[in-house]
């Protein structure tokens, strides 16, 4: 075994460690989880090569290559270089050799500059889901230039809309597509079917009235998922043109103190959105004091307090009319404790019919 392997550097190069000394796994990004099928014979290749043929989806929407010999990076760092650039310059527009040696130290040509900035995960959207607001992998793709390379760490999830498949709720920063309804009064044939579906799909604010035969709307709980428009037989309901979208703030996994993310923003146009994510940088590097290490977006956001983050991540921004900012948020950490209160079987029965 090779005991100078810097295990660090590997990590940074995105070579994550394995359980068998001396070996690593790969991790490439996959901004918004949409990829040319060309690249499976690249994927290929490296797993036949350099590991054992197989190649795992990452959590995180990556394509990892596990079993890579430590002695063997230099060779798959150099099989990627046109895949980081053809990704991350061609259909991102990240300029690497710029932004790389300015912001992270480190040359192209050399594999991933940083692991920082995780992949940005996408479910499917509007490309092909019926329920989907936004295209997903499109914005995930002008996100990219944004938080990569940073060694600022982010984990950013995207949903086309308030279902949620890609779990919104469970990442620093969370982004739902949602829509504005237009209702086009003189289209509605008072079927009462928007109203149904609402009801038993959504958030229940929508109501057939009598005399009317048309449709009243409480304006103030409508989460834009669509299913109004999309059940309407006249089309009397459609989506704006204009997208919008929620993000949700400040959710995690793991084994301390995983919690679900809380609203931060709703109805931001994509111009707000990427005005705001443009301070995440400063903002990360004000709260560690400009010495980037591993904390989840929540963890910062706890250091900082939430108006301070606040403060720091609209510093500049033009936020569109429609855009609401949550006043305060309050978040509900898991505690895992051995016993849950619950007292042990005996003491029960003890304490059963006529004790
Ligand atoms: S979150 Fe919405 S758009 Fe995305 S896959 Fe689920 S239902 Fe479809
Ligand atoms: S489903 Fe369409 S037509 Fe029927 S009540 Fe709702 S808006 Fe009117
Ligand atoms: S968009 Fe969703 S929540 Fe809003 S009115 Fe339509 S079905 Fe109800």
Redesign the pocket.
């Known amino acids: 075994m090779n005991h100078d392997i810097n295990i660090k550097e590997c990590r940074i190069n995105c070579f994550r460690e394995s359980k068998v000394p001396g070996e690593f796994m790969l991790q490439m990004r996959v901004p918004g989880g949409m990829i040319d099928s060309k690249y499976l014979d690249l994927i290929q290749k490296i797993s036949k090569t350099y590991g054992d043929g197989n190649f795992h989806f990452g959590t995180r929407q990556t394509f990892d290559i596990c079993r890579i010999k430590y002695e063997d990076i230099d060779k798959v760092n150099k099989c990627i270089e046109d895949y980081i650039k053809e990704v991350e310059e061609g259909l991102c527009d990240v300029d690497m050799d710029l932004v790389a040696h300015e912001k992270v130290g480190r040359k192209v040509n050399t594999g991933y500059p940083t692991i920082g900035a995780r992949n940005i995960s996408a479910c499917i959207g509007n490309y092909h889901c019926i329920c989907g607001n936004i295209n997903t992998f499109e914005l995930a793709r002008k996100i990219e230039p944004i938080i990569f390379p940073s060694h600022y760490h982010i984990k950013i999830n995207i949903s086309g809309c308030p279902n949620d498949c890609n779990k919104a709720h469970l990442c620093d920063f969370g982004i739902i597509g949602v ?1 504005k ?1 237009v209702y086009h009064k003189e289209r509605c044939i008072g079927c009462g079917l ?1 109203a149904k ?2 009801e038993s ?6 109501s057939l009235n009598k005399e009317t035969g048309k449709i009243d ?1 409480d304006e103030c ?9 999309r059940h309407c037989p006249t089309s009397a ?1 459609t989506r704006s043109e204009q997208k919008f979208y929620r993000v949700i703030l400040g959710g995690r996994t793991g084994r301390q103190t995983p919690r679900t993310g809380k609203m931060f923003l709703n109805w931001a146009s994509e111009e707000t959105l990427l005005q705001v994510l443009g301070n995440w940088q400063k903002f990360s590097s004000w709260v560690m004091d400009y010495k980037p290490e591993y904390l989840h977006g929540g963890h910062l956001i706890d250091r900082a307090g939430y108006k301070k983050f606040k403060e720091i991540m609209l510093d500049g921004v033009h936020l569109n009319p429609e855009c609401i900012v949550a006043e305060d948020i309050y978040f509900n950490e898991i505690e895992y404790r051995s016993n849950f209160n619950v007292k042990p079987l005996s003491k029960h029965k003890k304490a059963g019919p006529g004790a």
């Open positions: 829509s309804l928007c579906i609402c799909h959504a958030t229940r604010v929508l709307k709980c409508c989460v834009g998922c669509s299913e109004c428009a309901w």
